[in-house]
């Protein structure tokens, strides 16, 4: 189950009703490492740990004051909302930056299904290849261009998106990469059935784990 709150889009520290308590903030950083394929096998390590974190904690529903996790709705974003796993201490892009970003996406039907993970998607030297796209292409699903736009470089956050925000059709990015997990998408996404059945807002909402790696400006 998702619960979606109206306020504090923030966490930072996590408490329990009895310890340990689990802190999860912008500093923390992997150790420095020789090569950058460790640092990358670092970070994705880290970045998988606080959302592994993340989703324990929030399917607990256990939380004490003063911190609560909470989602709340990103204004003038048609209803998709968030919660912040971890805020960056980077740039925050603009309209027409390349952005680039780690992403981990389910599906609110089917037990929360992981359609895809770009942590899985690797190139020749077996590091994590993350998904690249140009701010304001419209190429992108609306609710991750929603969610990236208020993001600062290295932070992560979970964004849960209304079908009318998610796929439209089966050209949006981003896409699995597996033939069979696209179709299990899309049947489920576009089920003419269920759909004539009033079940679209069910099939068409996405959760997405979202850690915006880098940004670029075009001139430089």
């Given at each position: 189950?998702?619960?979606?709150?109206?306020?504090?889009?923030?966490?930072t520290?996590?408490?329990?009703?009895?310890?340990?308590?689990?802190?999860i903030?912008?500093?923390?950083?992997?150790?420095?490492?020789?090569?950058?394929?460790?640092?990358?096998?670092?970070?994705?390590?880290?970045s998988?740990?606080?959302?592994?974190?993340?989703?324990?904690?929030?399917s607990?529903g256990?939380?004490?004051?003063?911190?609560?996790?909470?989602?709340?709705?990103?204004?003038?974003?048609?209803?998709?909302?968030?919660?912040?796993?971890r805020?960056?201490?980077?740039?925050?892009?603009?309209?027409?930056?390349?952005?680039a970003i780690?992403?981990?996406?389910?599906?609110?039907?089917?037990?929360?299904?992981?359609?895809?993970?770009?942590?899985?998607?690797?190139?020749?030297?077996?590091?994590?290849?993350?998904?690249?796209?140009?701010l304001?292409?419209?190429n992108?699903?609306?609710?991750?261009e929603?969610?990236?736009?208020?993001?600062?470089?290295?932070?992560?956050?979970?964004?849960?998106?209304?079908?009318?925000?998610?796929?439209?059709?089966?050209s949006?990015?981003?896409?699995?990469?597996?033939?069979?997990?696209?179709?299990?998408?899309?049947?489920?996404?576009f089920?003419?059935?269920?759909?004539?059945?009033?079940?679209?807002?069910?099939?068409?909402?996405?959760?997405?784990?979202?850690?915006?790696?880098s940004?670029?400006?075009?001139?430089?």
């Amino acid at each position: 189950m998702i619960r979606c709150f109206a306020r504090a889009p923030f966490i930072t520290t996590v408490h329990f009703a009895s310890p340990p308590s689990i802190s999860i903030n912008s500093a923390s950083h992997s150790p420095a490492s020789s090569t950058s394929s460790s640092v990358a096998a670092s970070r994705r390590e880290l970045s998988l740990s606080i959302i592994a974190v993340a989703s324990s904690i929030i399917s607990s529903g256990h939380f004490s004051s003063p911190a609560r996790a909470e989602f709340s709705e990103i204004p003038d974003s048609g209803g998709v909302k968030s919660l912040d796993l971890r805020v960056g201490d980077g740039e925050v892009p603009i309209e027409g930056d390349q952005v680039a970003i780690h992403y981990y996406g389910r599906l609110a039907a089917k037990q929360g299904w992981r359609f895809d993970s770009t942590y899985d998607h690797k190139d020749s030297s077996g590091d994590s290849v993350p998904f690249t796209f140009i701010l304001g292409s419209t190429n992108v699903i609306p609710g991750i261009e929603t969610a990236v736009r208020s993001m600062k470089v290295g932070g992560i956050r979970r964004v849960v998106i209304p079908p009318s925000q998610g796929y439209q059709n089966t050209s949006q990015e981003p896409l699995p990469p597996n033939f069979f997990d696209r179709q299990r998408l899309f049947t489920t996404i576009f089920n003419p059935t269920r759909l004539a059945n009033g079940e679209g807002s069910t099939l068409g909402t996405l959760v997405f784990d979202i850690e915006l790696v880098s940004t670029r400006r075009p001139n430089r």
